[in-house]
């Protein structure tokens, strides 16, 4: 088999069998099955099937691993954690994949957010991710193996707490979108969460002994909650054309299939990702207050591609963080070996769609000054 056809072999797995969801322990599992009835669409029978496999495989390693070095991190400190904020799409991968160069940090990777009751046991046979997943992502034309950073809300998929299950059950998508916020949300569904996330950080805190560089779009809705369990805590906020994250989204909604098991799609996806806009922004503007002097920085993701290294540069300046002339050289090398790197094109977008996002969305064209008839 030559390389293109192993390629195609990979996606088409990717989309039909292996999941995100793979490292969830069995009860979790389980429990997420009965909480819909185990409504799984017969096209995805067999990725529920790998699941019980390959989750009844991560409940027993899982009892292992916690023996074994549960004790030594239940105590562990996570000290001044650096999250990355922003939407989909916005550029907060690009940003993260960044900073996550810098040896002074330590940060989530796709074995350790897919894995992540097993990660100190298992991660010294990532290398097989290589066997069985695209090198790329589905959506786009970022690299993808089990070392990339990646983003940690995977990690707390097992609580049933997380609004990327809603990729699994698109049909419950409103239930979970309460979990962006956590805004009315049970104080035990919150408390299963906060525990999960903490547990997680503490596992890379304690293998790695250094602070961690965090992104997932979800945290830009909860800097109440994440000051709260991390009040020295470092935030940069990264921002986009709101028109083009709109495409961007839809365009990428409609290619990633590896959380599902029933049949993607939305009566009105537009809706959908407008609302879910105006529920991240809503909750970030009236928050973002909360958070100390010095503690936050915000760019632009034109900034971003424009001048990395400058943009760089700058949030270390204005947090406070030291150390970026002994980073430069590696951030300098990647920024080369990316700069050929091409966008997803997408659609323009109609004219009564546009009028609809420039009016959800007002409040985010006035404070980052876009235009809204451009």
Request: charged content about 25%.
């Amino acid at each position: 088999m030559n390389g293109a056809s192993a390629e195609r072999v990979r996606v088409f797995l990717t989309h039909w069998l292996f999941t995100s969801l793979y490292g969830m322990a069995l009860e979790e599992y389980l429990a997420l099955l009965r909480k819909h009835r185990f409504a799984v669409d017969a096209s995805y029978l067999p990725r529920a099937a790998f699941m019980i496999l390959s989750c009844t495989l991560t409940s027993l390693i899982r009892a292992y691993e916690d023996r074994r070095y549960g004790p030594e991190f239940a105590n562990v400190e996570v000290r001044e954690p650096l999250f990355v904020l922003g939407h989909w799409r916005s550029g907060t991968t690009y940003l993260h994949n960044l900073l996550a160069l810098d040896k002074q940090f330590a940060h989530p990777n796709v074995w350790r957010v897919l894995n992540p009751h097993t990660f100190l046991t298992t991660e010294r046979y990532s290398d097989i991710v290589k066997l069985a997943s695209p090198k790329t992502r589905l959506i786009d034309s970022m690299d993808l193996g089990a070392k990339v950073p990646f983003e940690d809300e995977f990690a707390t998929c097992g609580t049933l707490c997380s609004p990327f299950l809603a990729g699994a059950f698109p049909e419950a998508t409103e239930h979970y979108d309460q979990y962006l916020t956590f805004r009315g949300v049970p104080e035990e569904e919150v408390a299963r969460w906060r525990k999960s996330l903490m547990l997680f950080y503490k596992k890379m805190t304690w293998k790695f002994g250094r602070p961690l560089v965090l992104k997932s779009p979800p945290h830009t809705c909860r800097i109440r909650l994440l000051l709260e369990m991390f009040p020295d805590a470092r935030f940069v906020h990264i921002h986009r054309d709101p028109y083009a994250v709109f495409r961007s989204t839809k365009g990428t909604l409609r290619m990633d299939k590896t959380l599902c098991l029933q049949a993607p799609g939305s009566p009105d996806p537009d809706a959908r990702i407008i609302r879910r806009y105006r529920i991240m922004y809503d909750s970030f503007f009236e928050e973002r207050h909360l958070i100390p002097e010095g503690r936050f920085h915000e760019l632009s993701f034109k900034e971003l591609e424009s001048d990395p290294v400058g943009v760089v540069r700058r949030i270390y300046e204005h947090l406070d963080i030291h150390g970026f002339e002994e980073f430069e050289p590696s951030l300098k090398q990647y920024v080369g070996c990316v700069s050929g790197y091409r966008k997803n094109e997408f659609p323009e977008l109609p004219a009564g769609l546009r009028e609809k996002i420039a009016h959800a969305w007002e409040r985010s064209f006035e404070e980052w000054g876009y235009p809204r008839d451009s």
